[in-house]
């Protein structure tokens, strides 16, 4: 840790620069700016050239000296211990990354929503709905299967049971998970809600614990996978619970397979952190489904919302049971004082999501982006989200381009393959 007296004029980091040192501005002014993001600022404290947490990443902005300034630097390799000893940085830094994503979705949504708003819609009968019943609308005729929501009576239930549970209101939690009809749902959250019912069972006759312990794990083969089950081994062995159970027993959930947690023009004031799992985000309409994003373990999902109430842009809905930990505006600071950890996470997740719009908007070729897009997704999530050709397009941003031309690439360069149900298999 050095300390330095920088003049007015003086460049801190240019955008596009490879970082060296975390550096706290104590003292003075600075301004920063950011073509990418075309975001600016002027700051009198705070932290700055947070993309050091992920190697190769450039800065996002250039930052210039306005005001005689103190400023400090901590070397790269001591950067993470530091920061989970500054929570109130980490909490810093995750407002200063999300201000920058509204920039730029400004900044690239502000064309495209001229474009939207020219375009008439073709039916007359979706004219008198608004985007939250059309994604609802399409979304059933689209996908032709039965979608839960996550303010349904049911999941609603578990959560309050949830808690209640945290309250120390143990009997009242165990009257609330009696009530939930959970057969209609996957096995993943039959075994959640019988983790919770069974645990608040043996806290209030301990006696059972062993039989009930037993049962779980006959029952439900996976059940390990599962934090709840961590947290309910934790507690009837006597073990303190880590950090991370912790935060997953105040803020987690498991969300059970095809639930919509929100449809596109939803008002929303909460984000979420996936555990385990995998959500899509899709917009619906009468055209069919464009599959916009495959999101899964430890990303981000609605960032923005943490910060403030939003209208949401998108219908994300499961894939496959999700375990999350939900992030409001009036959780966010407590849940990184708490488990300054999962605050790093979310700095980490959300620079990964603005270097990738970097690269992505950067002069790349056609071969480029495709061969950027598979390695962003992985082949084991892409195969197994078993991905028409129309799906690929809309997920790797080539909505131009032809069903054939795009099939063609693939097959002749090895890339992938057509399975007998049309979907494709990358290789």
């Keep these: ?42 700051e009198n404290n705070g932290i700055f050239g947070g993309e050091i947490l992920i190697p190769e990443t450039k800065s996002f902005e250039t930052i210039r000296v306005v005001e005689n300034s103190r400023v400090i630097t901590i070397e790269k390799k001591l950067v993470e211990k530091f920061l989970l000893s500054n929570s109130n940085l980490i909490i810093h ?45 399409y979304l059933k005729i689209n ?33 609330e998970f009696k009530k939930i009809q959970y057969f209609n749902f996957d096995i993943y959250f039959q075994a959640e809600i019988e983790i919770w019912k069974y645990l608040s069972m043996i806290l209030i006759s301990p006696d059972k614990k062993y039989y009930l312990e037993k ?9 390990k996978e599962l934090f709840s089950f961590m947290i309910f081994e934790s507690i009837i062995t006597n073990k303190p619970l880590a950090k991370p159970l912790i ?16 449809y596109e023009g939803e008002e929303g004031n909460w984000a979420f952190m996936i555990l385990k799992g995998n959500v899509r985000v899709s917009l619906f309409d009468e055209s069919g489904e464009k599959l916009l994003a495959i999101l899964s373990n430890e990303e981000i999902v609605g960032e923005i919302a943490a ?4 209208q949401r842009t998108a219908t994300v809905f499961t894939s496959t049971p999700l375990q999350i930990i939900i992030i409001e505006k009036n959780n966010l600071e407590s849940l990184i004082n708490n488990d300054p950890a999962f605050g790093l996470k979310i700095v980490k997740n959300i620079i990964k999501r603005l270097d990738f719009e970097r690269i992505w908007h950067s002069p790349l070729s056609f071969e ?30 080539f909505p131009n381009k032809k069903d054939h031309e795009l099939i063609d690439y693939l097959y002749k360069n090895n890339i992938a393959t057509m399975r007998a149900d049309g979907t494709l298999k990358f290789m």
């Design 307 to 310: 910060l403030k109430e939003v």
């Design 1 to 42: 840790m050095k300390e330095f007296l920088y003049a007015p004029g003086k460049i801190l980091i240019n955008e596009g620069d490879k970082i060296e040192e975390l550096l706290i501005l104590k003292e003075g002014k600075v301004e920063t700016f950011s073509n990418f993001c075309r975001y600016s600022s002027l």
């Design 247 to 262: 935060t997953y027993l105040k803020n987690g959930y498991l969300i059970p397979a095809n639930t919509v947690l929100f």
């Design 143 to 175: 996908r032709r299967k039965k979608f839960f929501h996550i303010n349904d009576d049911q999941i609603q239930i578990y959560f309050k049971g949830r808690k209640l549970f945290n309250k120390g209101k143990i009997k009242d939690a165990l009257n």
């Design 93 to 137: 830094l995750i407002k200063k990354y999300i201000l920058k994503l509204i920039a730029l979705n400004k900044k690239t949504y502000s064309n495209s929503d001229n474009n939207k708003n020219s375009e008439k819609k073709g039916n007359l009968k979706d004219q008198i709905l608004d985007k939250n019943e059309l994604s609802q609308k």
């Design 368 to 397: 480029e982006k495709l061969s950027f897009m598979i390695k962003k997704y992985g082949k084991n999530i892409l195969n197994d989200s078993k991905l028409k050709i129309s799906e690929i397009k809309y997920l790797f941003r």
């Design 215 to 223: 049962t779980l794990k006959e029952k439900y083969p996976f059940i």
